[in-house]
Each structure stands twice: as structure tokens, then as C-alpha cells.
């Protein structure tokens, strides 16, 4: 997962990169060389130029199993549950299961997206 923080931006608006809150890690079954961040590293959670090494190596060795990708620019959320980022359009989004999920979380969960998080919030 922290590898395709290279890679996503939010789908709605198209601001990169996104924030990263992970609620449960686990260990990634992944095997081999990691591919290399290009340009955000989803690790330290910063541009790959501002970094004097990579953790590439650290990195592959981590998945999220439960999290929350943030969008910083229209303040849009995307659960991640079962290592899989669910980030779907608003219309296709099933609120009763989104409000669940923020129920579930929202000790680990930024208030401002608890009280003003879309398409859903408490």
C-alpha cells in the first residue's frame, strides 16, 4: 500500500498526494525487489526529492490492512479495508456502510473529517 501512495490521487478532484492514516498493518506477502517511488514516498510520507535515502526495503515488508486515504485538497475520504482502497465516486458509495466504518475508526480518525469528512460524516 505504501507504494501506491506514488501512484493515487484523488479521483474526484485529482489532488496529489493524498494523506495516509493506517488503522491496522500487517506483514505484505509481497517477495522480490520493491519497484522504487518515483516521486512521493508513501513511507516516510514525503516527496522522494526532500529524502536522503528510501525504505524500500522496510517499505515492501508492510501492508495496511485497515486504513483511511485523506484527500487534503476537497477534504473527500477513501476507507481502506482488507488492503484494498476503496475509492469509488460519491454516487457509487453505500453511506450506511461508510458511516459504519467511520464509527468503527473514529477514535483514529481527524475530527474534521468526523464532522465535515465527504460524502459522509457523523
Known sequence: MFRL????ACPICKSFPLKLLIFKKGESRKVGKP???EEY????????????RLHCDICAKVEII???????????W???E????RM?????????E??????????AIPSEILMNGKPFHL
Open 78 to 80: 477513501y476507507p481502506i
Open 82 to 85: 482488507e488492503e484494498i482502497p
Open 35 to 37: 519497484p522504487k517511488c
Open 5 to 8: 501512495m506514488d501512484l493515487l
Open 98 to 107: 461508510e458511516l459504519k466504518f467511520l464509527k468503527k475508526h473514529a477514535s
Open 66 to 76: 485497515d486504513g483511511m486515504l485523506i484527500c487534503p485538497s476537497c477534504g473527500r
Open 88 to 96: 469509488m465516486p460519491d454516487e457509487f458509495r453505500e453511506k450506511d
Open 41 to 52: 514516498c508513501g513511507y516516510d510520507g514525503k516527496s522522494v526529492s526532500e529524502l536522503d
